[in-house]
């Protein structure tokens, strides 16, 4: 990759773009069940990465051997997964094409192994399910708060 500057270049826009496509959509999108996935997989990044800390290649190449940059599942694709499965404005077909550029780019640029990226995969459909299903999980263990918010709007 590197003996293609201008390749190695956009995949490099693609990888670090991530912070702004994620603003970007959680801007349009308004979506509650977006921001309640972004955020448990934000936490279970910190938590994977101090069980699975993992270097990508580039990374392993230029020396470094213990690092906590990267973990195991890819937490950058997963995020970008996720933008993708909640898209419901004219976002959507962009954002699940970078959902499908961002894997490659991560790969080329050494950010990551393929064994990362696979494992993101069922990480990110278990956020979303669990995100998902958020409120009525919130009820069933908190029946005395739903209660008194049916209470309070019949008021």
Same mark, same amino acid.
């Given at each position: 990759? &590197?003996?293609?500057?201008?390749?190695?270049?956009?995949? +490099?826009?693609? $990888?670090?773009?991530? =912070?702004? %496509?994620?603003?970007?959509?959680?801007?349009? &999108?308004?979506?509650?069940?977006?921001?309640?996935?972004?955020?448990?997989?934000?936490?279970?990044?910190?938590?994977?990465?101090?069980?699975? =800390?993992?270097?990508?290649?580039?990374?392993?190449?230029?020396? $470094?051997?213990? !690092?906590?940059?990267?973990?195991?599942?890819? %937490? &950058?694709?997963?995020?970008?997964?996720?933008?993708?499965?909640?898209?419901?404005?004219? #976002? *959507?077909?962009?954002?699940?094409?970078?959902?499908?550029?961002?894997?490659?780019?991560?790969?080329?640029?050494? +950010?990551? $192994? #393929?064994?990362?990226?696979?494992?993101?995969?069922?990480?990110?459909?278990?956020?979303?399910? #669990? !995100?998902? *299903?958020?409120?009525?999980?919130?009820? *069933?263990?908190?029946?005395? %708060?739903?209660?008194?918010? !049916?209470?309070? +709007?019949?008021?």
């Amino acid at each position: 990759m &590197e003996s293609h500057a201008k390749l190695w270049d956009f995949m +490099e826009v693609v $990888y670090y773009a991530l =912070p702004i %496509v994620m603003a970007v959509a959680w801007v349009v &999108e308004q979506n509650f069940t977006l921001r309640r996935a972004v955020a448990v997989v934000g936490v279970g990044g910190w938590i994977f990465s101090a069980i699975f =800390p993992a270097v990508g290649p580039h990374w392993y190449l230029d020396g $470094y051997t213990v !690092t906590m940059r990267h973990c195991i599942p890819a %937490v &950058e694709w997963t995020w970008a997964l996720l933008l993708a499965l909640n898209a419901r404005s004219l #976002l *959507r077909v962009p954002l699940w094409i970078y959902a499908g550029v961002f894997p490659v780019a991560s790969i080329l640029i050494g +950010e990551h $192994y #393929l064994v990362d990226l696979i494992v993101a995969v069922p990480y990110a459909l278990a956020v979303q399910w #669990l !995100t998902s *299903r958020w409120p009525d999980l919130v009820a *069933r263990f908190r029946p005395a %708060v739903v209660a008194a918010k !049916t209470a309070s +709007e019949q008021v």
